[in-house]
């Protein structure tokens, strides 16, 4: 028994180690070179890392139970024991429980891959409107890093400063393009199902970069909240004061904001911040 608990805890040891590294390598980079943080840079992250945990727990798999077995055969070799009934038992409760945690383990990290994967080609799909905006004077920030959370988006502009949150909402059946009601803070999906966490989350995220740029900047700037949902229509029952609109029409909504606008050092201070908050260190 010591033997097979001896080789079941150094195995797992393993496996924690590896997961471990796994974890730290995903938010490593290898070229000695700076950058800005890309269209879903920290999703991306969280794919490749959900990646290696998939291969990490199917090695484990199908080595334990394998590992087990050898360590059974030897301690009824060596010790010239006839292997009884309750050797046996040990041995497959032992496999199965790793088994079924680790095919549970494996289901459940592939429908996070699932879910990251569809994230990630929302964020993609928006980021390529935003980008729209670049050949008219806008600059654009991805996947802005705070401690808690990352925004999307960030556009900077004569029209002001503008978060993008994207949420991305697998759409009822096979539909395409189906269609989504805008209730003030609630999102209406179909008659029953209804959303009231991801508006006030995207005006969450407007007022905490406003604050931030009021420490950074030293001067109190508005953020305007924008909230796209990829493969619906919208619908506006009730208008919040968070902007919830369609992807495609990013552009047209930008130029059709109006009032106090920002001056040329005003923008240039504010990109100097966002984008040193937006710089990826080279690896030292």
């Not at 077995?69 to 009824?76: E, I, R, V, W």
Request: charged share 20%; proline share 5%; aromatic share 10%.
């Amino acid at each position: 028994m010591v033997l097979l608990f001896g080789l079941l805890i150094l195995m797992l040891a393993t496996l924690q180690h590896y997961l471990a590294d796994i974890r730290i390598n995903a938010h490593k980079r290898h070229l000695n070179i700076p950058s800005i943080r890309s269209p879903g840079e920290s999703t991306r992250r969280r794919i490749d890392r959900t990646t290696g945990e998939i291969g990490a727990f199917a090695v484990a798999l199908g080595t334990i139970p394998l590992a087990l077995y050898a360590a059974l055969l030897s301690y009824a070799h060596f010790l010239y024991r006839d292997l009884g009934w309750m050797d046996t038992v040990y041995f497959g409760a032992i496999s199965a429980a790793f088994m079924l945690y680790g095919s549970n383990k494996i289901n459940r990290l592939k429908a996070r891959k699932r879910r990251l994967f569809f994230t990630y080609e929302g964020q993609m799909a928006v980021a390529q409107e935003v980008n729209r905006l670049l050949p008219e004077g806008y600059r654009v920030y991805h996947d802005f890093p705070t401690d808690r959370f990352h925004i999307d988006h960030i556009i900077i502009g004569p029209a002001g400063v503008f978060t993008v949150t994207t949420k991305v909402i697998a759409p009822t059946g096979n539909k395409r393009g189906a269609a989504l009601t805008v209730d003030g803070q609630r999102l209406l999906l179909g008659k029953n199902a209804k959303d009231d966490r991801t508006v006030p989350y995207a005006a969450f995220q407007a007022t905490w970069l406003a604050k931030w740029l009021l420490t950074a900047t030293g001067e109190a700037l508005p953020v305007r909240s924008v909230l796209t949902i990829p493969g619906w229509r919208i619908r506006i029952l009730k208008q919040s004061t968070v902007l919830v609109i369609e992807p495609a029409v990013i552009g047209d909504v930008m130029g059709r904001f109006s009032g106090n606008r920002l001056t040329g050092k005003t923008i240039r201070t504010v990109c100097e911040q966002i984008e040193a908050k937006c710089q990826i260190a080279p690896p030292s």
